[in-house]
Nanobody
Framework: QVQLVESGGGLVQAGGSLRLSCAASGSIVSINAMSWYRQAPGKQRDLVATITSGGTTNYFNSVKGRFTISRDNAKNTVYLQMNSLKPDDTARYYC??????????????WGQGTQVTVSS
């Protein structure tokens, strides 16, 4: 099967930066969309950013100009560069990928998340 593992979260002061990574492993033929979501306790889950297989990106309005999503297809990895972090960015960040497996059927996969905490 397919597993996603996030890394790069941690504690950072407001205005600082973090770079999140999410690597997929398993029986993978190709990966279509790669996305980052975030969720704070008691809050809804928000889509932060998405990147298609062709490199087209989309961002949640509150992170535009501060976050950058990118991908390395050879490594089956998606990144989220987060700059100018704010306390409101504090959340657990999850990656999600649309993966084509050996059955040539697309399925959504999720990682367990990585915590990002931004202090004021």
């Amino acid at each position: 099967q397919v597993q996603l593992v996030e890394s790069g979260g941690g504690l950072v002061q407001a205005g600082g930066s973090l770079r999140l990574s999410c690597a997929a492993s398993g029986s993978i033929v190709s990966i279509n969309a790669m996305s980052w979501y975030r969720q704070a306790p008691g809050k809804q889950r928000d889509l932060v950013a998405t990147i298609t297989s062709g490199g087209t990106t989309n961002y949640f309005n509150s992170v535009k100009g501060r976050f950058t999503i990118s991908r390395d297809n050879a490594k089956n990895t998606v990144y989220l560069q987060m700059n100018s972090l704010k306390p409101d960015d504090t959340a657990r960040y999850y990656c999600s990928m649309v993966v084509v497996g050996t059955s040539y059927i697309s399925n959504d996969y999720w990682g367990q998340g990585t915590q990002v905490t931004v202090s004021s």
